[in-house]
């Protein structure tokens, strides 16, 4: 599975950005979907997942309400919608999948993108 994250930029806090991640390669079998995030100089932090169906989703607490995770399996896709960016959701985020697993530990993803930027100044 190859995974092509993109839509990160530079915005002013408040304001939106949708993430987006496209699947290829063996992709017939039930992935869940996750991102992550690194700030500078700090670990990979686990900001959502979705189950293969899109029916289960997971959230870190600093997120809830302004970010959405969602998939579309016809199109190989998953998207991160974030609203009322703040200037500490400042990092490269990436995308993430595997068959398995639908946790927080970013240990246990066997496959990632190549991250993508994200900006949000004061």
């Known amino acids: 599975v190859q995974l092509q994250a993109s839509g990160g930029g530079l915005v002013q806090a408040g304001d939106s950005l949708r993430l987006s991640c496209a699947a290829s390669?063996?992709?017939?079998?039930?992935?869940?979907m996750a991102w992550f995030r690194q700030a500078p100089g700090k670990g990979r932090e686990f900001v959502a997942v979705?189950?293969?169906?899109?029916?289960?989703?997971d959230y870190v607490d600093s997120v809830k309400g302004r970010f959405t995770i969602s998939r579309d399996n016809a199109k190989n896709t998953v998207n991160l919608q974030m609203n009322s960016l703040k200037p500490e959701d400042t990092a490269v985020y990436y995308c993430?999948?595997?068959?398995?697993?639908?946790?927080?530990?970013?240990?246990?993803?066997?496959?990632w993108g190549q991250g993508t930027q994200v900006t949000v100044s004061s």
């Open positions: 993430a999948s595997d068959q398995y697993y639908t946790g927080r530990n970013p240990s246990s993803y066997d496959y």
């Open positions: 390669g063996s992709t017939s079998g039930r992935y869940a």
């Open positions: 979705t189950s293969w169906n899109g029916v289960g989703t």
